[in-house]
């Protein structure tokens, strides 16, 4: 069974930081692909990050301020600052992985953490 645990939201003034982080747990060969979504109240689910280990990609609403890394061990990483009011939002974290052979891949998604930025 996989599992994906997200932590690292809370509560921030504008111009701020936050590091959020997502480890996965479990049965892994391997993962595909790593990504942050975020989704403000009222609003659809939107992609904020996406690594598969080459060139990220990132929202042009993000660029220049956010940061997705992953490490070793199954964890993927959003550095996040300068934060604005707008990136208020529930972020999830979400993996497309390998947890066995022959397959075949599949998505896993964090519960989700609550960042808050205050102006």
């Known amino acids: 069974q996989v599992r994906l645990v997200e932590s690292g939201g809370g509560l921030v003034q504008a111009g701020g930081s936050l590091r959020l982080s997502c480890a996965a747990s479990g049965s892994i060969v391997s993962i595909n692909l790593m990504r942050w979504y975020r989704q403000a109240p009222g609003k659809q689910r939107e992609l904020v990050a996406s690594?598969?280990?080459?060139?990220p990609n990132y929202a042009d609403s993000v660029k220049g301020r956010f940061t997705i890394s992953r490490d070793a061990k199954n964890t993927v990483y959003l550095q996040m600052n300068s934060l604005k009011p707008e990136d208020t939002a529930v972020y999830y974290c979400?993996?497309?992985?390998?947890?066995?052979?022959?397959?075949?891949?599949?998505?896993?998604w964090g519960q989700g953490t609550q960042v808050t930025v205050s102006s």
């Open positions: 979400y993996m497309n992985l390998l947890s066995s052979y022959p397959g075949p891949s599949k998505d896993y």
């Open positions: 690594t598969n280990g080459g060139s």
